[in-house]
């Protein structure tokens, strides 16, 4: 018996839609390095222009709470270097990768993207475990 991925994608989606809440994910422009013979020195300017966005629904939990649900381990680096973890599923239908992205914004607080782990059975992403801290 095959499994349908897409089915559970979308069902992903319906029951993290039905208990969580809009947040924005946003990828920083890559700005290029002012000396290439230097790169630790980096940019003088630093990145805000917004280069995509993509507005999703989240379950947001703590790492402590996302090992109690069986989603990570207590040692994960997910759980070591986050403050909260939101859980999102984009549908089956998505071609977003939430993986590409640096920040998000809940609300008015704006949150710094640490690890994105994937739950990704085939060629259909089902769940995003992102990592954020301030």
Known sequence: MAID?????????????????????????????DDAGKPWRGTATPRTTVDASVTATAVVVSPAGAAALGIVTLDS???KRSQEVMIVAL?????????TFDEV????????IQKVDTLKPADTTLLYFVGVAR
């Open 91 to 99: 549908g089956a239908t998505s071609t977003d990768d939430l993986s």
């Open 105 to 112: 914004l809940d609300g008015t607080v704006l949150w710094k």
């Open 5 to 33: 991925y897409v089915a559970l994608a979308n069902k992903a989606q319906t029951l993290v839609q039905d208990s969580g809440r809009s947040v924005t994910f946003r990828r920083l422009d890559r700005t290029t390095l």
């Open 77 to 79: 680096e997910l759980i």
